[in-house]
């Protein structure tokens, strides 16, 4: 516990004038984010929404993976959820090296072996990005009136650029 005890005294701060109790778990604004792990993201307040208006997805790359795909059809089926933003961002690890250099970086740091595992590196973001929209866009699974958009997030400016 001491390892947290930074984490459970915030907590201590947040619950006591936390006002999120009357959300349910419906995206009030109809938005899913798929965007990446990186702490520098704050998917709700960049497209100027707040908790319990979007469903947020995070993976490293903002990959549409497999998961992704799971979650979207819950989210689109049950959470209310009709449209979905791609968002990866500039100066993203994922896009500085390829798969191989990858774990080469992993091992060299920890001595961990991760070749067993896909990292899902990208070399060109656009790309990568069109093909992650059109892979939510042709799954059976999901609902069929959703709409998706991918725009690449400026980690230096704030700005979003759409690419579809």
Known sequence: MENFAD??????????????QGLTGQARKGLAIVTCMDSRIDPLHIVG???????ILRNAGARVTEDVLRTL???????????????PHTDCRMASADEAEMHAAIMEKSGVDTRGIEIRTVKDQRTALLKD???????PL?????KVMGAIFDVSNGSLTPIN
Request: proline share 0%.
């Open 7 to 20: 984490l459970l005294d915030a907590n201590k701060k947040y619950s006591a004038d936390f006002k999120s």
């Open 142 to 146: 999901l609902a069929k009136d959703i």
């Open 73 to 87: 059809v819950l989210a689109t089926h049950l959470l209310g959820v009709n449209r979905v933003l791609v968002m």
């Open 133 to 139: 929209i059109q892979r939510i866009e042709s799954y």
């Open 49 to 55: 929404m707040e908790a319990g208006d979007a469903k």
